[in-house]
């Protein structure tokens, strides 16, 4: 039986989407017969209609290719219920184009807020697949995403890089790491790349406590750095609301949080400090051999899942093993770090300062 499936990557881009498509596309093609709807633009292509009939031919040659051949946007799942400035109901509309396209299923490759949307659809009647990926490696239930071990060899060669400047120049520099509610890229990074002190959101610092671990290191080495997730916050931003910290950021004469730890680090102690944003270079470019791995993996997986008919679920990693779990079980429940955290407690060990 012919099976028609739809495939749509939504969210921040990340290395080894292109992967994960190909695995899923590939794997399909030798499992049974298919015709693959590529829509364009995350889940705004679902909504206004725009896809494109993918050929054989166009999953060849991206397993190494960068971002997503497909496009990808941001739709907040707290809009998605809502109706747009065009008097468009969004779910109706994907409704609508999922039935338009007759499609069999449809594989949601994307990140906490792509696998909510597709928890929805899910409830909505629709055959879903979720896939995780995301640098941010939130994602409930699976032990990596794909994309995260690209972003973290990035980072880790940046904050690699930084050290010699470091050493030459006998200054502090704080190196800020993508990751705004999760700080597992920071975390990894911070400890492959040997960073003095790591910042993430999960674990709310003192800047005291930052500057007691950046003095002691002044008096044996001359130099040291800070890994600073870029949702990081101090004590008591954590115990605001969201909206009053949004509001006491815009206040700040600082555009970043590295910004902000190294103008009081100088002010407080008189070290000579940089920061340093590598920003979306992290996202970007070739995915690492392990990702390349990983999304093929989770890609055969999710069509096997469409073979058998198993819909509701997304496909991760177990251990050694590529597993499923359901959608209503990971949707709105992102992974986060654990301030008790075996590798957190392994960082702490070796004299990491976490400024808590």
Known sequence: MKRRIGILTSGGDCPGLNAAIRGVARAAYELFDVEIIG??????????????????????????????????????????????????DKVSAMKKTYKKLRLDCLVTLGGNGTHRTANLLSQEGLNVIGMPKTIDNDITGTDYTFGFHTAMDIATEVIDRIHTTANSHGRCIVVEIMGNKAGWLTLYSGIAGGADAIIIPEIPYDIKNIAEAVSKREQRNKFSIIAVAEGAMTVEEA???????????????????????????????????RNCVPG??????????????????????????????????????NGKDITHNKLEDIAGSPKLVDKDNNIVATAKTIGICFGD
């Open 39 to 88: 829509i364009h633009n995350g889940y705004g292509g679902l909504i206004d209609g725009d896809y494109q009939e993918m050929t054989r031919e166009q999953f060849s040659g991206i397993l190494t290719l960068g971002g997503t051949i497909l496009g990808t946007s941001r739709q907040p799942f707290r809009s998605m219920t809502e109706v747009n400035e065009n008097g468009v």
């Open 239 to 273: 115990g605001m609301k969201k909206k009053e910290r949004e509001e006491l950021r815009k206040a700040s004469p600082y555009d970043s949080v590295s910004r902000r730890i190294s103008n009081e680090l100088t002010k407080m102690i008189g070290v000579d400090t």
């Open 280 to 317: 979306h270079i992290q996202r970007g470019g070739s995915p690492c051999a392990f990702d390349r791995v990983l999304a093929t993996r989770l890609g055969v997986h999710a069509a096997e899942l469409i073979r058998d008919e198993v819909y509701g679920v997304t496909v991760a990693l």
